[in-house]
């Protein structure tokens, strides 16, 4: 049983494309969040959302729109694609006020 | 501000050598504290974690303890395996989020 699951793994696409990554948790917490990890593995959170509303967005170009239609999903959708968006983004989801997160499997996204 | 300063990697060990992977922040107030494991082409998994100074987290053999003097949480192991090569982070928890030191390669060869 998947706990956080991430799709699609791998998406390779063309600069000025858009595309979307999918995200589902399956342990009922009210808090999901997208991380983006550079080619350095240094990781930095995008978004945060807590029962369908956000509340963290960490200075994210408007081009990234996460949507989230019920708690249990948390959606990226990707704008007009530039080489700098290539990275892997990590879903995870935590109840609120408990610090562990639960981390997808990630989805490598790779811009030409 | 909060932040979250590991050391560099790549770090190499041999089999069954002695681990330290040093982790210091900075935070206002009292943050609960962890050490997540990136094995190869995965996600972040949870490998141990403490909520208030003093407090020790233990997992899988790896130790390390919230030392508010020093503003500490250093990750240790008694003896490795291969299969614990991995990228290790260090991560505090502000209202609403984690946030990761850059992370530590280990490399441990047989």
């Known amino acids: 049983d998947t706990a956080v699951s991430q799709t699609p793994k791998y998406l390779v696409t063309q600069m000025g494309n858009d595309k979307s990554i999918k995200c589902e948790q399956n342990l009922g917490h009210d808090t999901m969040y997208w991380y983006k990890q550079d080619s350095k593995k240094f990781l930095k959170i995008m978004f945060s959302y807590n029962n369908k509303e956000l509340i963290i967005n960490e200075t994210v170009p408007n081009r990234f729109s996460p949507k989230s239609p019920d708690k249990a999903h948390l959606n990226l959708h990707i704008n007009s694609l530039e080489l700098g968006d290539s990275a892997v983004y990590f879903c995870?989801?935590?109840?609120?006020?408990?610090?562990?997160?639960?981390f997808g499997p990630g989805t490598r996204l790779t811009v030409l | 501000g909060n932040s979250v300063t590991q050391m560099e990697g790549p770090v190499t060990l041999s089999e069954e050598a002695f681990l330290t992977i040093n982790c210091t922040y900075t935070a206002t107030g009292y943050p609960s504290l962890f050490w997540y494991v990136q094995y190869p082409g995965e996600g972040l998994q949870l490998l141990l974690k403490?909520?208030?100074?003093?407090d020790k987290g233990s997992n899988k053999g790896f130790e390390a303890t919230y030392r508010k003097e020093t503003t500490s949480f250093h990750l240790e192991k008694g003896s490795v395996q291969v299969s614990d090569s991995a990228v290790y982070f260090c991560a505090l928890t502000v209202p609403g989020k984690l946030i990761f030191g850059q992370g530590t390669e280990l490399s441990v060869k047989p």
């Open positions: 995870a989801s935590s109840q609120l006020g408990d610090g562990e997160q639960f």
């Open positions: 403490a909520t208030k100074a003093d």
